[in-house]
């Protein structure tokens, strides 16, 4: 079984910074690839981050340029780097990432159950 645990989320005032942190514990072989996604009161669940296992990085238009994702194959955690934050930035973010748990088998996509983000104005 593998988990994924999502840290560093809190209060911020605008113009603030904060890391984010996913880990993926369980029967891993390899993560294939990691996003962030968020939710904010009353809107869908939207892409704000997404990483290849190859490095390639796509970031949602309103994070361009103050969120930075990373991904540390060896320990199984992304990273979310998230400056000059945003009350618009509030919300839930959840990782969800695409596992292998055995090498050379298609990866699976597990989710976490997210950290709340509030970014005071």
């Known amino acids: 079984q593998v988990q994924l645990v999502e840290s560093g989320g809190g209060l911020v005032q605008a113009g603030g910074s904060l890391r984010l942190s996913c880990t993926a514990s369980?029967?891993?072989?390899?993560?294939?690839?990691m996003a962030w996604h968020r939710q904010a009161p009353g809107n869908q669940r939207e892409l704000v981050a997404a990483?290849?296992?190859?490095?390639?990085?796509r970031y949602a238009t309103s994070v361009k340029g103050r969120f930075a994702l990373s991904l540390d194959k060896a320990k199984f955690t992304g990273y979310l780097q998230m400056d000059n934050l945003k009350p618009e930035d509030t919300g839930v973010y959840y990782c969800?990432?695409?596992?292998?748990?055995?090498?050379?088998?298609?990866?699976?996509?597990?989710w976490g159950r997210g950290t709340q983000v509030t970014v005071s104005s």
């Open positions: 990483i290849t296992g190859g490095g390639a990085t």
């Open positions: 969800n990432s695409e596992v292998r748990t055995r090498a050379f088998t298609p990866a699976d996509s597990y």
């Open positions: 369980g029967r891993i072989s390899s993560v294939a690839g």
